[in-house]
């Protein structure tokens, strides 16, 4: 008798798992077709299934992505420029890696795991002797924020007719450094 190898059990369904899927979607699809049924197809679970994790349905999900890539937290370094210099390169990196929320991102307020994020960072920057740190924050967080949506706008990424968009572009890493060291200078002042 032939014995068939047991079935692997379904993966439970979680939040995590919900928001990995749907950022696979955004990515590699983009924003507009991200819909609740193929994010349950990709899930192999019905649609349904997705609201007992995330109640409020879709407009949850569009949180939950833009506080994916949001809520950046580095550790305190010894000086208010290094600090800035470590949250400003991982919130970039946070963005650069799922362009396809990136406009979730630009235009959902920060709520939750966000929220906490920025006040971290308003108080690690007060705390090393930036003065009016929650000003440096919002103008340090448009300069990420507008570096990476030109960086994105740039590299084909939407553009159907482009095969490979550039993930790795060295002008717009120095670019990037360039304007940041800038921007630090001018928040010395």
């Keep these: 008798m032939i014995s068939m190898p047991a079935k692997r059990p379904p993966v439970p369904l979680s939040r995590e798992r919900i928001i990995e899927a749907a950022l696979h979607i955004a990515d590699g699809q983009g ?19 997705i609201y007992h994790h995330l109640p409020r349905g879709k407009e949850a999900l569009m949180d939950a992505l833009a506080e994916h890539v ?16 470590a949250w400003c390169r991982a919130s970039r990196e946070a963005l650069r890696e ?3 929320v990136l406009a979730l991102a630009l235009t959902k307020p920060p709520k939750g795991a966000t929220a906490l ?10 705390d090393a002797g930036l003065p009016d ?9 448009a300069f ?7 960086e994105v706008q740039q590299s084909g990424w ?26 630090l200078k001018g928040l010395q002042t």
């Design 70 to 85: 949001t809520a950046v937290q580095v550790e305190q370094r010894p000086t208010w420029q290094e600090t800035a210099r």
């Design 158 to 183: 939407a553009d159907p007719d482009v095969d490979e968009w550039v993930r790795r572009d060295e002008r717009a890493d120095t670019d990037f450094e360039r304007g940041l060291d800038a921007l």
């Design 98 to 100: 799922h362009p396809g």
């Design 31 to 49: 924003l507009r077709r991200l819909t609740m049924r193929r994010l349950g197809d990709a899930l192999q679970v019905e649609a349904m299934a």
């Design 144 to 150: 990420v924020f507008g570096s990476v949506a030109v």
């Design 117 to 126: 994020a920025v006040k971290e960072q308003v108080e690690q920057l007060a």
């Design 133 to 141: 740190a929650a000003e440096a924050v919002r103008t340090l967080r």
